[in-house]
Every structure is written in structure tokens, then in C-alpha cells.
């Protein structure tokens, strides 16, 4: 499978603290990469650098073979990566309608985007002119990830989707997750819920200090080195 | 009932302008979160443009009009974008409306150096020679009507970009989350722009419209904005339509208070104050919803340690003496109010430094500690300083009352509002009696003040009281230190923090908020007292609004967690006044200098005193170079004496003496300092220090 995303010996920084120590990672088209590691290990810095957010001190990143690296993330969002970050990616005090107008950027109409969202989200159709900030933790979820959706995304990073949210609601929204990726979507999701994530993921990869320290099979193995890992026995 | 009618339509043309003028203050709050106080001089400074391209060179009026709203409104709106918002896009919230502050105070201060303010500059009104409307009983001139069709089709237009395309989500969706706009494709760079531009275009509009009703002043025409803020507070500063609602209730209240309010020497400030009444009012009674996504950055505030505090106070008591000995003549009177206006400044160090409370009224409690003593102290007596510190302290408690509802920006609208009211009515009142006591202001004009009398001393010239200045500076600075590092300064710090917080531990936010603006309105009334005395004669002039903008200004600039900051603001603003008198521009050269200085915040946000302080601490722990500096100091200073040098060469002498010794001194340091060492390997190849866990933690927080 050929990589659609991929960053090669990529390093950041936060300030004078060097956070990533020359990451290579891929994602080929409709895979689904877990990204697991404990706190403080940088996951949501790859996923920042692969969106355009963070800079990238060396390293490269490419996008479909294409060298990407240094891009905007407006020009990169164009280009196909959605990145749902942490938190609720949705914009508080526009309206739903206006969040789903936020999409609107790569080609699809507001009435397409709408069709798309409402009919994935049925839930989201009856609370469309309110405020987002005033829906619940979940429908924000849904709302984020109708971006994911909508937008035809060829790479969608998931920064933390299940948090502060119920693990039913966890569940539902890994299963459209799923759904993206089949139709051939390149996906990298952090969890810290590792649960719910490797149940859909095709490959994970662990990533302590910095550096990602295992790839592969998310079996049983892996497993039981993640509990090591976030139980705090030796690695 | 016709001239019912007649009030009326004066005031819903009035109406108009303030709601064009608000709504464009609605549009870049909700667009770029920025509460653009310099909105008004904006439209003050297109109102002058199109009165030199139309009156002063003659130009044709729809070429001057086009050239104004749509070539340098646009213009001004994308300097004002790139050169003064960009580099503090990323501090917060304070940050950007003290940028805003700058702007208003150097608009100000540069239109009356261009445009010379003793000159009247008449503009006629649109369609002046047009027959006016008539419809039964009401008339309409062109202009009111011209003025109201603006208004209508800005706000239609404004609702429509906000609302129905995705220019004006993206320009909301940037205030949300500027970093999730990115990643839907939006380029908040040019949604602020958008904004800008608009915002400029519709201020410069509102600035033009309402010229010919006013005097062409620089002062007025961007006060008279008060008036639109009113309007889009009431509009929440988020929505069009109530903008316009208030817009209509403030135009038609000052219309009809002009038309029906009696006549005495009491009222006729009320009707000039009744749109900032309004503004408190409406700032107290709606609830305000802060805006999501606004980070704050809390600023560091060092305890300062006894001994540095002490050194310092004292410093500050020598350098009074020094000053006393080596001024004379006219410098002496130049630089008498230094050292007071800096107890002005100091005073905040604990409400907007500690507490975090944005309070634009310091100098109208410096100006009440004034009128207070000039009343009760023309005898010298000394109790009088103390009343006037008590007044000052329950006035400042009696602001903090109302204005506990409100935070940040609002706060400082609200205090501002209070500024104006008290400039344009309370000061300008003749004395009047309330329950037998006789309360006198500036006798509506000018009070004489005289200097106090201490341990048989009657303190009435310059150098006494300059050096009565200096003692009470350094006194009061010890007194910020020593609360900086007691149990009050941390609870003051603790409530700037996290108000929620502060409250879930115990603590009670009223009384903090209350004792905290009390005391610092004694410091300041403290601190106007002897500001007074400096001056020998006061007016209301003295203690306004637009006086008092440059002091907060370099007192932000200094650094406002500092107690070195009375003596750095009052250095900063009063010193460049040597100038004056050199040439005939220096004057307007020093009044522009505090907003200049204000503008380049984004590039040291932590203050100047800290850099300072850092510059030169090698210096005062060098064991070779300190006596050193204090030699060529003392030398200096008995050559001065001897009247050997003039002041000039004195000052020009100590600064390269001083500078090459903390040349000197950074060398020597240099010299025995360890090469940097990644901080990964701190603790490792180098032992961990004390100050190690801070560096690292604020290091992770900023990332």
C-alpha cells in the first residue's frame, strides 16, 4: 500500500523543549493508525504538524508523495487534511448552519454539506440555527467530525475524540470513523481511550518520549506493553 | 408637540451617525475580538482629511469623499491591522486594547500637531443649499435625511456580509478559534483585514456625517464616541440590530435633554455626561458574555525582596535631593510633577498589576485628592492630606462597587465612563451642599494650592516640595512592595488568577475588589495632592480623561507587576518635558512620544522595568563597579553644584559614565558566566538551580 500521509524523521520543539525526536509514520489510503503513548509523549504535536498547525524544525512531510512540508494549514486543509483537534473542534458562537458554512472550502455547496451532515447527524438537523457552544459534549463531536464527512478529506487526524464524552457515545462515533475510512480516507487518530480506538484500527503505533518505540498489529502484544506502558511498569 | 417633533428628528439623525459609528465598533469586536477605543479618532481623523481635501485645498466634495472612504480609510484599517494588531495578536486580550489606547492618545495628540487646534475649521453640512423636506409638521434637512439613509443601508448591508455570506462567518469563526479557522481553509489574516477595512470605512463615514454638527476638535470629535459605544454596548457589542435600538435611545435622549432640560448652573454638564451615564448604566445593566477562545496571559509579578526594596526607596529619596540641588528656574518647574504623577503610576502597580483590574480613572482620583487638599489644606495643614487620601480612597471604593459586575474591557469602559462623567459634569459644578456639607469642585475654573506645613516647616518652593515628593514616592513604593509581599498582595495576585478560584477558597471578591480600588485610589489622590502642589494652580483640564490616557499608557509600558514602575512612569512621561521650549514642535514631539511608546508593546508585552532592572543588576552586585557609578555619580553631582558644568552636560555626562561601566560590568560578568547548556541537560552537566522548575514550566506553558 502506498502512503497517502507521511512524515519522515520530523522534529518539533515548544520553545527551548525539543517534543518530537525524528518521527517517521505513514498512512496509506483507508487505514486507520492508532497513535497511542502517555501523556506528555507528542501525539498531538504529529498530528499538529501534519495538519500545518505546528512547525516541523526538520524533517518532512508529504502528502500523497507530494513534499508538503512548511504549508499553511489553510492551503493543507485545500489540499485534503482534515484535522479535528482536541477538544471541540467547532467554532462556539457561530450556528450550527454557520459551522456547516465553514465547510464549504473545498468545493462542496452549503445544501450538499447540509444533506451530508444532517443525514449522518440527524441529530444535529433539528439544532441547526442554534449556537454550537450550547450543544452537548457529543452533538459537538458529531458536528466536528461532520467536517471529516463533508469536506471529502483524503487524510482525517483525530486528536482525542472520546473526551469528556460517555463511552456509548465513544462507540457511535468510531463507527463513522470506520465509515470514513472505507471509503478510502487516510485516518491517524490519537486516543488515550485505547480501547475504543483499536477495535477499528488497522495498525497502531506507540510513541514514548518523543519517539515512536513499536508499529504494528494492534494484537495482543501490544496490548499488554500499552498497559505496561500507562500502568507504569517497566518498558 | 412640533418642536416635540423637531428634537426628534435632530435626534434620530444624531441617531444615525452613533449607530454607524457603533455598528462598526460591533463589527471588528465580533470579527477580530479587538474593542477598538481608538474607533472615534478614526472617524475624527477622516472628519479632518475631508475637511483639508474639501475646504482646505478645495477639491471637489464626492473626489474627496471618495478619496477619504474608500483610498485612506481602507488604507489606515490595514496599517492599523499589520503595524499595530499583528504583533500582539497573539498576547491577549488587555494587551490588544491598551494597542487601541495608543492609538486613541497618538490620533489625538498627532491631529492637533497637524491640524493647529486654536483654528477654526468650519465644514458645511451635504446638500446645504437644498430646499429641507417638509412633511407636515416635520422638516427634514437633506443632511438628517442623507445621514439616516447611510445608517439604514450600512446596517443592512453589515447584517447581510455577517450573516448571509461566508466572508462574514470566516470573519466570526476567527474571533471563536483562529487556529480551527485555519483548518477550514479560512485565512484569518485577510478576515481581519475585511474587518478593518470596514470597520475604518464606517467610522470615517460616522466621523464626516457628524463633523458639521460639532466643532472641527480633535479632543471632542473622538470623545463624542462615547455616545456609539453606549450604542453597541447596548447592542452587547454583538448585535446590529440592538446597536441601532441604542443608537436611536442615546441620539434622541441628548436631543431631547437639550431641548427640555431646565435651566440652572447644575444641568447643563449633565446633558454633555448623560451619554456616559447612559454607557455605565447600560455597561452595569446588561449581563456581558465574554468571548470564547480568549486566552488571558497573566504577566509574572515578582516579590521584591526587602533589601531590594529598601535600596530602591531609598534611591529614589536621593535622586529628589539630587534633583533639588542641581534644577533650576524653569526646569525645576518642568520636572516638579515627575515624581508625583509617578505616585499616580505606582498606584497601578496593586489594582491592574496584582488584581488585574484595568481601571482608566487614576487621574481623576489624583485630580479629587487635589481639589480635596486645595479646599482643606490651603493653610498647609498637614490632616488635609490625609482627607484628601481618605476622599480619594472612598471615591475609588464607590467606582469599585458598580464596577464589581464588570472585567476587562468592560471594566475599563466603565471606569472611562466614569472619567467622562466626572470631566464634563461633576468637575465643572459650582459648590453645592449635601447634608450641611459643603462640597466644592474647581470652582469652574482654577483653585490655587499652596504647600503643606511639616514639623514647623512650611513647604512652598520648588525644591522643597520636590524633594517632599521624592520622600513620599519612596515611602509609597516601599508600601507596594511591602503589600507586594504580604499576605494581601497574594490574595490580590489569587484573585487576578482565577476569580472562581479566589472565591472557591474562601475569599471574598467584594472586599478584595472594594479594598484594592480604595487603596489605590488613595494612592493616586495621594499622589494628585502633591501633583497639585507642584502646579500651584489646578483645573479639571489638568485631570481629564485624555490627560490621564498617556500615564496608564507608560505605565503599561513599564510594566505594570513593578514597584520600580512609579518611578519609571514618572521619569517616562514628565522627563521628555526638558524639551519643551527648544523648538516650537518639541511640544508636540513629547505628546505623541507616551502613545509611540505604547504602540511598541508588542515588543518587550512583560515591561521595561523588568529589562532594565536586568540590564543593570550587574552593576548594582558588582563589588569593583558599583562604587564606581556612585563615584562618578557623586562627582557629577559636585561639579553641578559648583556650577562647574551645566544641567545639560551633567545629564549627558552620568548616562555614558553610567553606560560604559555597565559596559563594564556585563563585561566582567561575561567573562566568569557558563556557556549555555540545552535544557535537557539541566541538572546534568550543570546543577539544578532553584529558579530551573519555573523556567521549564513557563517554557511548556507558553508552548
Request: proline share 5%; glycine share 12%.
Amino acid at each position: 500500500m502506498s502512503a497517502l500521509l507521511e512524515l519522515r524523521g520530523v522534529r518539533a520543539a515548544h520553545g527551548r523543549i525539543t517534543v518530537l525526536h525524528g518521527v517517521s509514520l505513514s498512512v496509506a489510503a483507508g487505514e486507520v493508525v492508532a497513535l497511542l503513548g502517555p501523556n506528555g509523549a507528542g501525539k498531538t504535536t504529529i498530528l499538529r504538524v501534519a495538519a500545518g498547525v505546528h512547525p516541523a524544525e526538520s524533517g518532512r512531510l508529504l502528502l500523497g508523495g507530494r513534499d508538503v512540508t512548511g504549508a499553511r494549514p489553510g492551503d493543507l486543509a485545500r489540499a485534503g487534511v482534515c484535522l479535528i483537534p482536541e477538544g471541540r473542534g467547532v467554532f462556539p458562537n457561530l450556528s450550527v448552519r454557520d459551522n456547516l458554512l465553514m465547510m464549504t472550502f473545498a468545493g462542496r455547496t452549503r445544501a450538499e454539506i447540509e444533506e451530508i451532515a444532517f443525514t449522518r447527524f440527524p441529530v444535529l438537523a433539528g439544532r441547526a440555527g442554534q449556537t454550537a457552544g450550547t450543544l452537548s459534549g457529543g452533538e459537538q463531536q458529531m458536528l466536528a467530525l461532520a467536517r471529516g464527512l463533508a469536506t471529502d478529506p483524503a487524510v482525517l487526524l483525530l486528536d482525542e475524540l472520546s473526551m469528556g464524552l460517555a463511552p456509548l457515545v465513544v462507540g457511535r462515533l468510531y463507527e463513522q470513523v470506520a465509515e470514513i475510512a472505507r471509503q478510502g480516507v487516510a485516518v491517524l487518530v490519537v486516543e488515550q481511550f485505547a480501547a475504543a480506538v483499536l477495535g477499528i484500527a488497522d495498525r497502531a503505533a506507540v510513541l514514548v518520549r518523543g519517539r515512536i518505540e513499536r508499529q504494528g498489529d494492534p494484537g495482543d502484544g501490544l496490548r499488554a506493553e500499552l498497559s505496561a506502558l500507562y500502568l507504569g511498569s517497566a518498558t | 408637540m412640533e418642536q416635540f417633533l423637531a428634537f426628534g428628528i435632530v435626534g434620530l439623525s444624531t441617531a444615525a451617525i452613533y449607530a454607524v459609528i457603533g455598528s462598526g465598533l460591533v463589527l471588528t469586536y465580533v470579527t477580530t475580538g479587538v474593542f477598538n477605543f481608538a474607533h472615534g479618532a478614526a472617524g475624527m481623523l477622516a472628519a479632518f482629511a475631508y475637511w483639508q481635501l474639501s475646504a482646505g485645498w478645495g477639491w471637489p466634495v464626492p473626489v474627496a469623499l471618495a478619496v477619504v472612504l474608500l483610498v485612506l480609510a481602507p488604507a489606515f484599517g490595514l496599517f492599523v491591522e499589520r503595524v499595530l494588531l499583528r504583533p500582539v495578536q497573539h498576547l491577549g486580550e488587555v494587551e490588544r486594547m491598551v494597542m487601541m489606547v495608543a492609538l486613541l492618545s497618538g490620533l489625538i495628540a498627532a491631529a492637533r500637531w497637524i491640524w493647529n487646534p486654536n483654528e477654526a475649521r468650519p465644514l458645511p453640512v451635504f446638500f446645504a443649499d437644498r430646499a429641507p423636506l417638509r412633511a407636515g409638521p416635520v422638516t427634514i434637512t437633506w443632511h438628517q435625511a442623507l445621514t439616516m439613509a447611510v445608517a439604514v443601508v450600512a446596517a443592512v448591508g453589515l447584517w447581510a456580509l455577517l450573516n448571509r455570506t461566508r466572508t462574514g462567518a470566516e470573519m466570526r469563526a476567527t474571533v471563536d478559534d483562529r487556529a480551527l479557522a485555519g483548518l477550514t481553509g479560512a485565512d484569518p489574516v485577510r478576515a481581519n483585514r475585511v474587518a478593518w477595512i470596514l470597520g475604518t470605512q464606517l467610522a470615517a463615514a460616522g466621523g464626516i456625517l457628524i463633523a458639521p454638527a460639532v466643532a472641527l476638535d480633535a479632543r471632542q470629535l473622538s470623545l463624542l464616541i462615547v455616545s456609539a459605544y453606549t450604542a453597541a454596548i447596548f447592542g452587547r457589542l454583538r448585535s446590529l440590530p440592538l446597536t441601532f435600538l441604542g443608537a436611536v435611545v442615546v441620539g434622541c435622549l441628548e436631543s431631547y435633554l437639550t431641548g427640555y432640560l431646565p435651566q440652572n448652573a447644575y444641568l447643563p454638564g449633565l446633558r454633555l455626561a448623560a451619554p456616559a451615564l447612559l454607557l455605565f448604566a447600560a455597561l452595569l445593566l446588561f449581563p456581558h458574555r465574554r468571548l470564547r477562545g480568549r486566552d488571558r496571559r497573566l504577566a509574572p509579578v515578582p516579590a521584591p525582596s526587602a533589601r531590594g526594596a529598601l535600596v530602591f526607596a531609598a534611591s529614589v529619596a536621593a535622586l529628589g535631593a539630587v534633583l533639588a540641588t542641581v534644577l533650576q528656574g524653569k526646569d525645576l518647574i518642568t520636572l516638579g510633577p515627575l515624581l508625583p504623577l509617578g505616585i499616580v503610576a505606582l498606584s497601578y502597580v496593586p489594582l491592574a498589576g496584582y488584581a488585574g483590574q484595568i481601571s482608566l480613572c487614576q487621574l481623576s482620583m489624583a485630580g479629587i485628592g487635589a481639589v480635596v487638599w486645595a479646599h482643606l489644606g490651603a493653610g498647609g495643614q498637614p490632616w488635609a492630606l490625609v482627607v484628601a487620601v481618605l476622599v480619594s480612597a472612598l471615591v475609588g471604593a464607590l467606582v469599585a462597587l458598580p464596577a464589581l459586575r464588570l472585567s476587562g474591557v468592560y471594566l475599563a469602559l466603565g471606569t472611562a465612563a466614569f472619567t467622562v462623567v466626572l470631566d464634563r459634569w461633576i468637575f465643572t459644578l459650582p459648590s453645592f451642599d449635601v447634608l450641611g456639607v459643603r462640597i466644592s469642585m474647581f470652582d469652574q475654573g482654577s483653585l490655587e494650592v499652596s504647600g503643606p506645613s511639616l514639623l514647623g516647616l512650611r513647604l512652598d518652593g520648588e525644591r522643597e516640595l520636590m524633594v517632599l515628593s521624592a520622600v513620599c514616592l519612596a515611602l509609597v513604593s516601599l508600601g507596594v512592595a511591602v503589600l507586594r509581599r504580604g499576605r494581601f498582595g497574594r490574595r490580590l495576585i489569587a484573585l487576578r488568577d482565577s476569580e472562581a478560584a479566589y472565591a472557591t477558597l474562601g475569599g471574598n471578591l467584594l472586599a478584595a475588589r472594594v479594598a484594592v480600588f480604595a487603596l489605590a485610589a488613595g494612592i493616586a489622590g495621594f499622589g494628585g495632592a502633591l501633583y497639585g502642589m507642584q502646579l500651584r494652580t489646578i483645573t479639571a483640564e489638568q485631570f481629564s480623561l485624555v490627560a490621564g490616557l498617556p500615564i496608564f499608557l507608560i505605565a503599561v509600558i513599564g510594566g505594570l507587576g513593578y514597584v520600580g514602575n512609579g518611578l519609571f512612569s514618572g521619569t517616562a512621561f514628565v522627563g521628555p518635558n526638558i524639551l519643551l521650549g527648544l523648538a516650537s514642535w518639541t511640544q508636540n514631539v513629547v505628546a505623541v512620544l507616551p502613545a509611540l511608546a505604547g504602540m511598541g508593546l508588542g515588543h518587550s508585552p512583560d515591561g521595561l522595568v523588568p529589562r532594565l532592572r536586568r540590564e543593570w543588576e550587574p552593576v548594582a552586585r558588582d563589588r569593583v563597579v558599583l562604587p564606581a557609578v556612585l563615584c562618578v555619580l557623586a562627582l557629577a553631582w559636585l561639579l553641578r553644584i559648583a556650577d562647574a558644568v551645566n544641567g545639560w552636560l551633567l545629564l549627558a555626562g552620568a548616562l555614558a559614565g553610567a553606560l560604559a561601566l555597565r559596559g563594564w560590568a556585563a563585561a566582567r560578568r561575561g567573562a566568569a558566566a557558563e556557556p549555555e547548556i540545552p535544557v535537557e541537560w539541566w541538572g546534568v552537566r550543570r546543577p539544578w538551580r532553584a529558579e530551573d522548575g519555573e523556567v521549564l514550566a513557563r517554557g511548556i506553558a507558553r508552548g
